[in-house]
């Protein structure tokens, strides 16, 4: 407690930083990937819009972000389908799931589907999405014409301290033609290279951040463990997330992307490694 206190004293120290834009719109055929901040993504896969661990709050109860997000929800296209990988308040953030129903009614008339770990249904129930699915590892379901398949990760589910039933994973968006891993919060385990195997991504979006103190591994990747499981899933390129947005670690702020640029060029894969500033696409 003494350690999130620190944390939430800290987030305040500075002014937010950051210019929120108009979400960049691909043309049919291509793969968006926009990077919203965190790990909160606007996906363009297969003609449809999907978000990803959507959050767009200015404070997650005390702790206040360090950066605005890259795109505003009035400004996005109307949204398909949201995914949320677990129920921690940095990816499960109710306000924003509730603007994003209300803007996307107002632009088509019917809520987006959500889909959620086993035990996370009950948080998003209320909230006017027009279908609630449900996944355990490697479970699948077709949601807006997407097939989507949760992963296995290293994390934990508990939206406070006792709720240890809420399930936790990652996703593997597959439009038919286009694939994209977003692993969740994870350490690094052996899993990658089985998700490789199944699913065979073509994008890969990794955390880098929140890993020091080193008891902090045990649940979240360090830059150069986010490399490694990106060479074992075997994807085409990385997006790097989970850095720069809240104070969750100790590590400055900007080390994670340094570290992660030096181990890539250090193994001669810089290329495939897309850093995205906020509100930024990556086309494919």
Sequence with gaps: MGQLWRLVRESHEQPILGESRAAELVSPGELGVTF???????LQIGGRNV?????????LILLRRQ??????????PPIDLVLVTHAH???LNLPSLRRIVRATR???GRGPEIVVPHGVNDLVSQLGFRRVSTLKWWQGVEAAGLQITMTPCRHWGARMFRDTHRGYGGYV??????TVYHSGDTAYFDGFAEIGRRLSPEVALLPIG???????????????????GFMEVGAQWMVPMHYGTFRLGREPMDEPVKRLRAE???LGIGSKIKVLSEGETFRI
Excluded at 36 to 42: C, D, E, T, V, Y
Excluded at 67 to 76: A, F, N, Q, S, T
Excluded at 173 to 178: A, H, K, L, M
């Design 36 to 42: 919203i901040g965190h790990s909160s993504f606007l």
């Design 51 to 59: 978000l990803v661990d959507p959050v767009f709050a200015k404070r």
């Design 67 to 76: 950066r605005r997000p890259g795109v505003l929800i009035e400004e996005m």
């Design 89 to 91: 308040m940095d990816h």
């Design 106 to 108: 107002r632009l088509r």
């Design 173 to 178: 968006i597959d439009s038919g033609g286009q």
């Design 210 to 228: 929140a890993y020091f103190p080193d008891s902090y591994r045990a649940v979240h990747t360090s830059p150069e463990e986010a490399v490694r």
């Design 264 to 266: 890539a060029d250090r």
